[in-house]
């Protein structure tokens, strides 16, 4: 595996690949890799010749009390797990390579819907930094496909929007979401969780499983649903961002007779914030 810390130098050697013909993959992430994204590396090898992953903390999809400057960094860790899995290369620019103004007048690139819901309401700005970040990765890399976890759906939502509105020619591939044995989504601030609360943080996925039961079994009373589930996280002492059963497309709040929905939520340990979805086919 090859890795390049400049635009410039990932460029070139992505040019020979692609006069080549060779078909290009891109998995974007922020490091501390872990076997989901992993995972996402061998669906991206499926389609693919080539396969880059990128790792790069962006700051600018981080709120000022977020936690960018302790976001866990695991550099030679990651490379070896890139190396095991046959990725390709490895695009990891710094600060100043992918932001040479600065942060405070970057251009940006916003999607005005399914922004300020859900994640996007208690993370104001969030998703511009996602959407101007993954145009900047595409814009480097120019991938034909690139692969994106469904772990954050509403991420992937919004950057299928900005790749439909702006005609940027990239495939997008959802994968799955990987799972820890007892159904914690895998994810890299999964280091945060404290021994005490790790037995107990389970409880979103199964009232998210709950949700999408009771909705299979016919029930329609959402809000009282969602309540439901939001009074039994906080019993086990976990303050509740949102549970939400959303219309599965426009990520707005499911109508009765919508028959494509998912069911989110994010709930907050003592230092960290975590997220599940769990998507559900009702027929009408
Ligand atoms: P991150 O490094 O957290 O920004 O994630 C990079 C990519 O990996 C994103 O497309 C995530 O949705 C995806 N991802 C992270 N965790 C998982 C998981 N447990 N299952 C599937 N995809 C994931």
């Known amino acids: ?76 860790a990651d490379c070896e ?69 469904l772990k954050d759906y509403q991420q992937l939502a919004v950057i299928r929007r900005m790749v439909e509105d702006l005609c940027l020619p990239v495939k997008l591939i959802a994968a799955p979401i990987y799972r820890e044995p007892d159904g914690l989504a895998m994810s890299s601030r999964n280091v945060f969780i404290t021994e005490q609360e790790r037995s107990k943080v389970t409880i979103l996925k199964s009232c998210l499983d709950a949700i999408a039961a009771e909705i299979l079994s016919g029930k329609t009373q959402y809000p009282k649903l969602e309540q439901e589930a939001i009074k039994k996280i906080e019993t086990l002492g976990f303050r509740v961002d949102y549970i939400a059963i959303c219309n599965s497309r426009s990520l707005e709040p499911a109508a009765e007779d919508d028959s494509e929905l998912v069911v989110l939520g994010a709930i907050f340990t003592e230092a960290a914030r975590i997220i599940d979805n769990v998507a559900i086919m009702r027929e009408n």
């Open 1 to 76: 595996m090859q890795t390049y810390h400049t635009i410039q130098g990932m460029r070139r050697e992505l040019l020979l690949n692609r006069r080549e013909g060779l078909k290009i993959g891109l998995v974007a992430t922020m490091g501390n890799l872990h076997a989901g994204h992993i995972e996402l590396i061998n669906l991206a090898k499926q389609t693919n010749d080539i396969v880059v992953c990128s790792i790069f903390v962006n700051e600018l999809q981080f709120g000022l009390n977020e936690d960018w400057d302790r976001y866990p960094r695991t550099f030679s």
């Open 81 to 149: 797990k890139l190396l095991a899995s046959g990725c390709d290369y490895l695009f990891c620019p710094d600060d100043l390579e992918m932001y040479p103004n600065g942060l405070a007048t970057q251009s940006k690139v916003i999607c005005p819907v399914m922004t300020n819901t859900l994640c996007g309401a208690s993370r104001p700005g969030h998703f511009e930094g996602v959407t101007t970040v993954v145009s900047k990765l595409f814009n480097i890399i120019q991938p034909d496909e690139s692969v994106f976890g």
